[in-house]
T-cell receptor, first 115, second 110 residues
């Protein structure tokens, strides 16, 4: 079964440092997403990406965040200057196009710990 | 504003029991509905989409009531492997992202 791959599985960084989280979406999917889940809380939407540009973003996705699809396979989330409150599980997701109740496939996540 | 609300549980049920989870959503323009399953510290995995007419997949039955903005999931003959957090997920019309409930934790006891 095709899967979304995320690296690293766990990242520890010092406050104020930049981090890049990496994702390889499913190859024939066209929509890509980043979500985060703070420990014990619900999964929250950060940003969606389609046709090489951001299609939607949430209030969480401020100027400290950026996304990029540098080549045909990778999709990255950069946090420029990490804060303690950025500590969370970050999930990448992708889906195919089309209408209907299509599900999103999530990667296994990157656990980001800011110290 | 809470887009998607669920009873957080926990639900502790014996093997073989039937258990039902409920979920309400606030935006009447919501278009797509899903139940996801999340194991501890793992990613959400799609359990089933929810259709207006209701749908069944083995021991799992999902129902949607658009008038009441209510979604349900019924699990029959619970197995130990069903222990997980069940996430009610909604996509609004015209939106490209998903709204998650906080999840309902289920523990199936031997």
């Amino acid at each position: 079964e095709p899967e979304v791959t995320q690296t690293p599985s766990h990242q520890v960084t010092q406050m104020g440092q930049e981090v890049i989280l990496r994702c390889v979406p499913i190859s024939n999917h066209l929509y890509f997403y980043w979500y985060r889940q703070i420990l014990g809380q619900k999964v929250e939407f950060l940003v969606s990406f389609y046709n090489n540009e951001i299609s939607e973003k949430s209030e969480i996705f401020d100027d400290q965040f950026s996304v990029e699809r540098p080549d045909g396979s990778n999709f990255t989330l950069k946090i420029r200057s990490t804060k303690l409150e950025d500590s969370a599980m970050y999930f990448c997701a992708s889906r195919t196009t089309g209408v209907g109740n299509y599900g999103y496939t999530f990667g296994s996540g990157t656990r980001l710990t800011v110290v | 504003r809470k887009e998607v609300e669920q009873d957080p549980g926990p639900f502790n049920v014996p093997e073989g029991a039937t258990v039902a989870f409920n979920c309400t959503y606030s935006n009447s323009a919501s278009q797509s509905f899903f139940w996801y399953r999340q194991d501890c510290r793992k990613e959400p995995k799609l359990l089933m989409s929810v259709y207006s007419s209701g749908n069944e997949d083995g021991r799992f039955t999902a129902q949607l009531n658009r008038a009441s903005q209510y979604i349900s999931l019924l699990i029959r003959d619970s197995k130990l492997s069903d222990s997980a957090t069940y996430l009610c997920v909604v996509r609004e019309t015209g939106a490209n992202n998903l709204f998650f409930g906080t999840g309902t934790r289920l523990t199936v006891i031997p």
